[in-house]
């Protein structure tokens, strides 16, 4: 049994792939996952910038009708946080300090702040490694 401190999760691109294309090496586990928040009513918590990511990766590498799905049934029981420029700016810190020697893009930034200052440092559906990297609490 999977442990959700506090009944909360912030969901990664990495994360929502890999629950949505059967051939990714992380498509069982994220399904186990999934279904562990389901049973225990973890509320899942994201970003319009993991969405916007997550829609595109799934249209590039996998297929338009996966995209348009995840919109239609994913976002719909998402928790999807709103945030103002002072995350922003917090960000392009994170970013600017850590993308060189991290390799962190710029979306990883924004969710490593917004968990931090917004979500109270709630634990990370991610099978990124750029989010145990920055001291994130990661379920994988």
């Given at each position: 049994?999977?442990?959700?401190?506090?009944?909360?999760?912030?969901?990664?691109?990495?994360?929502?792939?890999?629950?949505?294309?059967?051939?990714?090496?992380?498509?069982?586990?994220?399904?186990?996952?999934?279904?562990?928040?389901?049973?225990?009513?973890?509320?899942?918590?994201?970003?319009w910038d993991i969405i916007s990511e997550t829609a595109t990766l799934l249209l590039y590498r996998?297929?338009?009708?996966?995209?348009?799905?995840?919109?239609?049934?994913?976002?719909?029981?998402?928790?999807?946080?709103?945030?103002?420029?002072?995350?922003?700016?917090?960000?392009?810190?994170?970013?600017?300090?850590?993308?060189?020697?991290?390799?962190?893009?710029?979306?990883?930034?924004?969710?490593?702040?917004?968990?931090?200052?917004?979500?109270?440092?709630?634990?990370?559906?991610?099978?990124?490694?750029?989010?145990?990297g920055l001291g994130l609490t990661v379920i994988r």
């Amino acid at each position: 049994m999977i442990e959700f401190p506090g009944q909360r999760a912030f969901c990664d691109t990495s994360f929502f792939f890999a629950s949505l294309y059967p051939k990714d090496v992380n498509y069982n586990r994220a399904g186990e996952i999934l279904k562990e928040a389901h049973d225990q009513e973890i509320s899942l918590w994201t970003t319009w910038d993991i969405i916007s990511e997550t829609a595109t990766l799934l249209l590039y590498r996998f297929h338009y009708k996966a995209a348009i799905r995840f919109l239609d049934e994913m976002k719909t029981v998402l928790n999807i946080i709103r945030y103002d420029d002072s995350v922003r700016e917090e960000a392009e810190r994170v970013f600017r300090l850590f993308s060189r020697a991290k390799n962190l893009s710029y979306c990883d930034a924004i969710s490593f702040v917004v968990v931090k200052s917004l979500l109270n440092d709630i634990p990370c559906l991610s099978f990124d490694e750029d989010f145990s990297g920055l001291g994130l609490t990661v379920i994988r």
